[in-house]
């Protein structure tokens, strides 16, 4: 065989498999959520795949999650899906909390003031960008 055959069919091996590996995402925006007081929990509207995607045979792979909070008070901020939330260290990230996961339920975002807070927040901004497997 030639060189230039042998070389066009591994490409043509190796694009199957760079497509797959390549993980597909998709983006979600929530409504702003009024954070009221430290002793309940406020959440977001929920944060799913558009419409057209097919999530039962999706798996999550990573999240990045984003918000906005007025300065002086950061609220206590945590990702959820319906079996766990994971706790959220700053208002941009990214979490492999739920890698693995089927994509079934749509995550959402919880709230909380902290200890001793008694000024209510406005958080806004919220979104995740969802990369899947």
């Not at 030639?2 to 983006?27: D, E, K, Q, Y």
């Not at 990702?79 to 706790?87: H, I, Q, S």
């Not at 709230?111 to 899947?132: D, E, M, T, W």
Request: aromatic share 10%; net charge positive; charged share 20%.
């Amino acid at each position: 065989m030639n060189r230039r055959l042998v070389r066009w069919l591994s490409g043509l091996i190796l694009v199957p498999a760079i497509c797959t590996a390549n993980p597909a995402s998709w983006s979600a925006h929530a409504k702003p959520v009024n954070v009221a007081t430290p002793q309940r929990y406020f959440l977001s509207t929920p944060l799913q795949a558009p419409g057209n995607r097919t999530p039962s045979r999706e798996y999550y792979d990573s999240v990045r999650w984003r918000f906005e909070s007025p300065t002086g008070v950061q609220p206590e901020a945590w990702l959820c899906l319906a079996r766990g939330c994971d706790k959220l260290p700053s208002v941009t990230w990214r979490t492999i909390a739920f890698r693995g996961r089927r994509i079934r339920e749509p995550l959402y975002f919880r709230f909380r003031l902290p200890r001793g807070a008694k000024q209510p927040v406005v958080v806004s901004g919220l979104q995740v960008l969802v990369n899947i497997r």
